[in-house]
C-alpha cells in the first residue's frame, strides 16, 4: 500500500511517501512544498493545491494521511493552516484516494508509543523506522513521514483485529 503523509502549513508543507508490504515500510519519497512569504494568501493556497495535486499524481497513493490541525493560540496562524489542509485535502478528494486524519497525539503514539513524546524523540525513530541515514529536513517533513508511519500502523492494527475476529 502506498502512502502519502502530509504536515499543513501555509509556509511549508511537509510531505512523506512511503510504501508499506506488510509489516515493513519502505521511504519512497519526502520533502516539502514551500510558499514565499509576503505573497497574498490565495497565490499561496494556489501554489500548495497545484503542488499537491501533481504530488499525488506523481505518486498515486492509496492513502493521504493528514495531520489534524491542533488548537493554536495564534488564531491567524490556525486559520491560515485550516485552509492549507483543506486545498490539501481537497486536492487529494479530487484523487479518489481515502483520505484519513490524525491529531499529533495520535502520531506520537504511532511513532514513539508515547503521547507525550518529544519532537527530538518523534524525528528519530522517524529516522530508524525508515532506515533513513538522518533526519529529514526541515521538521514538517520528518512530521509528515511521522504521519505516514501513523496511517501503516493503523492499517496494520485494523487488519490484525480483522484477523482475529475471523476465528472467534
Known amino acids: 500500500m502506498r502512502i502519502l503523509g502530509i504536515d499543513p502549513g501555509i509556509a511549508i508543507v511537509g510531505y512523506g511517501v512511503i510504501d508499506q508490504r ?20 490565495a497565490t499561496r493556497l494556489k501554489q500548495i493545491y497545484d503542488a499537491a495535486t501533481q504530488l499525488f499524481s506523481r505518486f498515486q497513493p492509496e492513502v493521504v494521511a493528514i495531520e489534524k490541525l491542533f488548537f493554536n493560540r495564534n488564531v491567524t496562524t490556525a486559520f491560515a493552516v485550516g485552509q492549507a489542509r483543506g486545498v490539501v485535502m481537497l486536492a487529494a478528494e479530487e484523487t ?3 483520505i484519513t486524519e490524525y491529531t499529533p497525539l495520535q502520531v506520537k503514539m504511532a511513532v514513539v508509543g508515547y503521547g507525550q513524546a518529544q519532537k527530538r524523540q518523534i524525528q528519530e525513530m522517524v529516522r530508524m523506522l525508515l532506515n533513513l541515514p538522518e533526519i529529514p529536513k526541515p521538521d514538517d517533513v520528518a512530521d509528515a513521514l511521522g504521519v505516514a508511519i501513523c496511517q501503516a ?16
Request: charged share 20%.
Open 153 to 168: 500502523h493503523s492499517t496494520t492494527f485494523s487488519k490484525r483485529i480483522g484477523q482475529g475476529r475471523e476465528g472467534l
Open 22 to 41: 506488510g509489516n515493513r515500510l519502505k521511504p519512497v519519497d519526502y520533502g516539502s512544498i514551500q510558499t514565499e512569504a509576503g505573497l497574498p494568501t
Open 96 to 98: 479518489g484516494a481515502m
